[in-house]
């Protein structure tokens, strides 16, 4: 199946409060069903209960399987909380955390051998060429996964309000899938999303030529949150 994937990054935003309130409206829409709706909230809000019309996913894992490594989380124990989807190489875990391709990489397999999706994210096809297909190949090698999401976000449109123009969003987006065209999947599907400055009113353009977003800001305001949930 073709799905769109509408994924929401709450980053350190958000409460218990917010999430019951998200649940409450969501179960009174109906979501189509081409769109998988994911939402990623602070690792203390992974495990809930009686959750409608969505998935949950974690917003970064441990590069190791378990250990001493004060304050980390292994997506072993993710993958035992309510998450099935781990973002992994967001650009502000990049710039802020220092985390390199070979972490990456790394915490992508953890991510993989615990049957956990990755949502990996890169930056512009130029920046990242040879490390999007490190991770394209690492998929493709993993027995155990059988879907794997790229989110396409150029560094300046995060949280700038200045998405990339739908030509740039396309050309990225068709530089990636380029990698794999060629190769037999067989049962595994590789999904390109875009992320940066993704809001009510560009969603939908955006959508219709990328397998779907990933949404920061606009997530975490319940206006734009219920508007962009109209849309799909
Ligand atoms: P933004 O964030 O929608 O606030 O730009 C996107 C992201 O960080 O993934």
């Known amino acids: 199946m073709n799905y769109k994937f509408i994924i929401c990054n709450w980053k350190m935003n958000c409460d218990q409060e917010y999430f019951n309130q998200i649940n ?3 179960s009174n829409y109906t979501i189509k069903k081409e769109y998988k709706l994911i939402i990623c909230p602070p690792l203390t809000l992974l495990n809930q209960e009686n959750i409608i019309n969505f998935e949950i996913g974690a917003q970064n894992c441990a590069s190791e399987e378990f250990g001493s490594y004060t304050g980390e989380v292994s997506a072993r124990m993710i993958s035992q909380s309510n998450a099935r989807y781990v973002i992994i190489g967001h650009s502000e875990r ?12 790394k915490k992508m397999d953890q991510v993989m051998d615990n049957n956990l999706t990755p949502i990996v994210c890169v930056k512009r096809f130029y920046e990242d060429k040879e490390y999007i297909k490190n991770l394209i190949f690492n998929f493709i090698s993993n027995v155990k996964t059988k879907n794997l999401l790229i989110a396409y976000e150029p ?3 995060i949280g700038s309000g200045i998405p990339d123009n739908l030509y740039s969003i396309q050309e990225n987006i068709e530089s990636i899938k380029d990698i794999y065209r060629n190769h037999n999947l067989n049962d595994k599907n590789i999904f390109v999303i875009y992320g940066g400055s993704v809001d009510k009113n560009n969603i939908k353009e955006i959508i219709s030529i990328s397998d779907g977003v990933l949404i920061g800001k606009a997530s975490i305001n319940l206006e734009q949150f219920i508007q962009i949930i109209k849309i799909i």
């Not at 990049?94 to 990489?105: D, G, T, V």
């Open 94 to 105: 990049r710039k802020y955390f220092n985390e390199k391709p070979e972490l990456i990489l």
């Open 24 to 26: 409450s409206i969501l």
């Open 155 to 157: 560094e300046e449109s």
